[in-house]
Structures are given as C-alpha cells and as structure tokens.
C-alpha cells in the first residue's frame, strides 16, 4: 500500500479515484498484455501435457506388443475330453501328439491309523470318546494305547530379522536335546518367513540327502545362529522344549492369585524340573497341591494352593505377600507329547519335522500344525465316525526313489504320539504311484496326473487303451483382438492429435481480465474460455511432423528377410488407413483377411509388427513407431515438462517464469504512477483548499467594512 497521503476531491469536489482508475487503465494495458500471454502459456502446456498422456499410454501399449505372448497365443484340442484335457503356452510347438495309453493313474501316498494290525482298530476305548476340541491331556484314559506325556514346557518365541549376514537370536530357555548317530538335534522347530529350518550342534554332520537351510544351537551361549542372511524385519519364529522354565512377578501387597503362564504343571518331575516357589527370598514347596514354607517340615501351615491342570496360584495366607512390593519366582516343568513325521520331495530329499504337542493341545490344534506345515506336503484329518486318522501325501506320484521307506515316514519311538495314540506304527501305505502312459509311441511316466510337455500341460482323467490326440493350433481370435486393441489405441492418439491440429483458433477472444469476469455470468466466462483457449496447438508443428512420421512408418514395408513377401506390410494383413483423410490417417482392418493371414503365416505376422534390426526398414511397425513415439514423448516433455518438473526444467516454463517477473516489475511500476497520480491530485487539492480559505478570509474582511 502506498504511504502518500490521499486527499480526494473535499476541496476541488472532483471524483479523484474514478479519474485516476481511468487514468491507470490505460497504463495497465501492457500488464493485460502481459497476463494474458501468461494464461495462454498455461493452457498450452496443459495441452501439451493431455497430448502427452496419450503419447505415453500408447508406448506402453507398444512395450507390450514387442512381447511375443502377443502373436503366440495357442489353443488346443482334446479327441476325447473324458481321457485327456490340455493347454499350451504361447512358445508350444503347432502341431498334434497322441496319447496312445494311460495303465495308471498317479496317486497320493495315503496311510490310516491301525492298518497294520491284523484287524482294523479305533484309537478310542470301547465306549470312549475322543472330542477333537477337547485337551489331548484331558482325554489320555479315552485313548486305546493312552499318550505318552513328558516333563517339559514347550516354549514359542518370536523374533524380527536385522539384516545381518550372519543372523542370531538369543532363546530364554535351554531346549532339550537328543544324540542320534553323533548328531545332537534339539527339540526345537525354527520357521523364518514360514521355512522350516533344521537345528543342530554341527552343521557339518548333516546327511547330504537332507538337504534345506540349518540353524546352529549353542548350548553354552543359549544362542541359535542361522547359516545364512535373514533379511531385515523376517519373521523368525522358535518353537522348543525347555526341560523347566522360571517366571518372576511382582505383587502388590494382598494379591490374592498367581496365573502361571503353562497350565498342567508337571507336579510329579523332579531334579531340576521339579516345582519351586520363593517369595521375598523365602522358598516354598509344593506338597499335595498345597504350598508351605520349606522351613515347615511338619507340613501344618500351607500358604496357599496349586491348581495343576490350569497353573493357577491362590494364596490363602495373607502374610506372605505383606509387602507394597512383593518378588514371586516359580520354577517349574509342564507336560507336552513329541510327533514326528517326514515326507519326500521331488529331488529325492526327505524333510522331517517333530511337532511338540502341549497337554492343552487338542487333537484339532494337532492336524492344523501338520496341515499348515510348509514344507511337510501331508494332509491329516479324523474321522469320528470311524475313530481312525488319515495321513495323506498332498502330492501325487511315486517320489522316494531309493524304494527302501514308505512316501510318508512315521519317526519316533513306540512312545511317539503317532505310533502309540494314534497306531501308526508298522501302518501299511496305499497310493504313492506315478502316472504311466505312452505318449507318440514312447512309455513314460510322471508324478502328477497333470504334467508339461514341449510346453503343453496334459491332465490325465482316466485310464484308456484307445488313442487319444491332442492339437494344439494357433489360437486366432485372441492374437486378432491384441492386434485389433492395438490399431484401436493408434487411431485413439491420432484421434486426439488430428483434433487439436485442427481446431478453431479465435484470435478475438482474448483470456479474461479479471474486471471483465466480474460483469460476466459464469455460463459467459465457460463460453468465452471455451474459445479462448480453442486452436493453441492448431497446426503445431512438433505434432504435425509426429503424425506424419508415424504414417510413414506405418505405410512401408518391413524389409526383412525372415518375412514372406506376402506379408510384408499392414496392407497385406487386411490393415489399411481410412479413405477420410481428414481423420489424419487413422487405421481401419479387414477381420477375415487379418484372420486368414494369422492362421495361414502366423510368423510373418509377428515379425511383420516386433522384427528387430539394424535398419529402420528392417524394424517391424512396433518397433519403429516405440522409437518414434518415444521421440515425441522426449521432445514435448523438453517442452511442456510433466506435474513432477518445476518451471526451470522445460521450455514452456522458463516462458512463463520470465512473464511472471515482467508482471511483478509492471506492476512495481504502476504502483509507482498511481502514487505520482494521487500526489498531483493531492497537491491540487491543498492549492485550492488553500485559495478557497484565502478566499473566504478576504471576503469576511470586504463584508466588516
């Protein structure tokens, strides 16, 4: 705001600011010059920039249309579907084979409980039950051969991978172990990211047939150390049997309860295992459930109760806790059973897993663990009906090459919850076997029922004796349409460059100044933008020379030696531009003579579009029109930039940055002549205010005398 004082018109009567507003809009012309220079620059690179989107979409289409899935898209024929189906990628050989046999179908290696007794046996006791839901430790007396529980607490801890080349966790507890053959193995199941990882003392020791990634225990640091990178935020996940687990709390004075953080406490373990208590550094032992102080051999004053089954604490003496603060630690072992199971994979590898099944498990929590298990491959389920339990290989197919073990290995010992509860032991196994056919003469098999060949996938459905052929031909409509969506985007972006080349250019209707949106309706100023803003890339040459070189391109011919003649440019294929040539050369197709081409010289037809080259000649029309659109693309970014660039990055905006600094001087400088305006005026003002009290002075002095 100006600092000059503005004396308007008290003295002289003269509507001062309605003369200096007409005085200054005749100096602002040159600023509305100015200003509309700007928007049109605004509104030209907007253009550009919608134009540009269109350039940019139509490149990825032409990305696409180098692949060859685009021209290779195969279909195939079954003579009898009952028998045989199959697919075809889009690199299978055109042709036909024959399916002459199929004696046997794959199966999947299946085992059921107590099949190998001499009669069939049910797991439960006569009039027992098993609940599925229900704790397995709450159950034991309903099963057949019990379970057989150990002293141990069966520990689960997560950890976050860093990063670290070598990876490491530190576990809370020390996990049991066991020596087989000089390997010592830990009862522990280590999972990163959902992989199963095998734990040992010796990496080294590993049988070379049991192959996967190997975590390393150290029983003196309590470290486990993986034998290669775990990337940073992995999911590792341990699972283990520590043989008794310490917990300590704080309680306030007259807490009445302790949960303990296992239930089933194992009161019967002893030696390290067995239940100890210390309170405030007192220590407590444990007799019949109830708790006394160690100093009470009499047993005559317990402090409290154990409820085995769910590990809660009551304390029926209040004096033990009388502190504010009082410190509870609890030493003690629970109950938990060991399955194991393992599997074969396709390369003849055998991987093995023991699961540590808590006395809280139910036999549901039991199969889910084995289900879900990601590498085991093998599906178990209950049936209560029949009392009995499956195990199922998920894949089909003969896959223990050696012969010497069955598909599914039941590891343990007699005790093991597989071969004792559940009667797996010595079970005999059905299933397991490969799919034997001849396929054009040739005996064969295979694992699954469904397997690739020359790149077509076969599903066996049935045994048969009566040949069956399957052809696999090029798949016609869907190779037309990618053609056809690909000349649909072509004429797309011809569409929209030919309608901004040929648009009206209203040279009258210049872009409002804000004085004269202010006496206009909003309806008016659309209608006067819509003209204004109407013809700003009308006959631009970068776009006019970008339709002409894609017409060019498009138009000749692929010269190159890998193509028939016959098909050697889009005209040949039933591809032609429209007889409108004001629709700026935009393409039109024959269906039936692009059909007929595709099925009758179906490489000609891709090379004729994605042939490479040396030459532009030799480049098939795909690849000429990328390097030709990418050109354009390049040339009115340089020009227009894109909504990430600043104006300092393109043409368009080093334009209007410079308008933007003239507008700021101009209007520098107008504010400048409207002070100087304002100043003349006012000195008039105080002349004539100063004549007018001359005035008034000697007047008053002539009417006295």
Known sequence: MSSIQRITGLASGMDID?????MMTAAKQPLVKLQQQKQILEWQEEDYRTLNQKYFDFRSTLSNMKLTSKYRARTTASSNENYVTATATNNAALGSATIQSVTQLATAATKISGSGSETATTISKSGAKIKADASLYSQTGNFLNGITWNNGVVVSQSFSGDGDATASVKLSNPPVSTTTDGITYYAMNVKVNGKTYQVVNDKSNIPDNEKGNYAVY??????????????????????????????TKTLAQGTATMQLGHGLIAT????????????????????????????????????????????????????????????????????YATMSLGS???????????????????????????????????????????????????????LNKTKEIDEIIIGGSENDFLNQTLQFKGSRESGGENAKFTINGLETERTSNTFTISGVTYTLKSKFDTPVAVTVSNDTDTIFKNIKDFVDQYNSLIDAVQSKLNEDRYSDYAPLTDDQRKEMTDTQQDQW???????????????????????????????????????????????????????????????????????????????????????????????????????????IVDKAGKSTYVNTQFTIGKNINDLTDKIRDMNDKLGKLEDRYYAQFTAMEQAIQKYNSQYTYLSSFFSNS
């Open 529 to 635: 933008d819509k003209k204004a803003r109407s013809g700003l890339l009308r006959n631009d040459m970068t776009m006019k020379s970008s339709l002409s070189n894609m017409r060019s391109l498009i138009y000749s011919k692929v010269n190159n030696a890998n193509i028939s003649s016959e098909y050697n440019q889009l005209s040949s294929i039933g591809i032609t531009t429209t007889s409108d040539w004001l629709k700026g050369g935009k393409l039109e197709i024959n269906e039936d003579k692009l059909k007929a081409a595709i099925q009758n010289d179906p490489d000609s037809v891709e090379l004729l579009f994605r042939a490479t080259g040396s030459t532009t000649s030799e480049k098939g029309i795909v690849q000429r029109l990328y390097d030709s659109v990418n050109n354009t693309y390049n040339t």
């Open 268 to 335: 019967d373990a002893g030696g390290d295992q067995a239940f100890s208590l210390k309170i405030n550094n007192t220590n407590y032992v444990l007799e019949n459930d109830k708790l006394y102080a160690e100093s009470d051999t009499g047993k005559s004053s317990p402090i409290g109760t154990l409820d085995a089954s769910t590990g809660l604490i009551t304390f029926t003496d209040s004096a033990v806790l009388s502190g504010e603060s009082n410190t509870i630690s609890v030493t003690y072992s629970s109950k």
């Open 18 to 22: 309605s003369i200096v507003e007409k």
């Open 344 to 398: 074969y994979n396709e390369d003849g590898s055998i991987n093995k897993a023991t699961f540590y099944i808590d006395g809280t498990d139910s036999l549901n929590t039991v199969m889910a663990d084995v289900n879900n298990h990601s590498t085991l491959g093998i599906g178990m389920y209950y049936d209560a009906n029949a009392d009995r339990v499956s195990l199922t290989r998920k894949m089909t197919g003969d």
């Open 218 to 247: 150290n029983a003196e640091s309590g470290v486990l150390t993986f034998d290669s990178a775990v990337s940073s935020g992995s999911s590792i996940n341990v699972e283990y049997v520590a043989g008794a687990v310490t917990e």
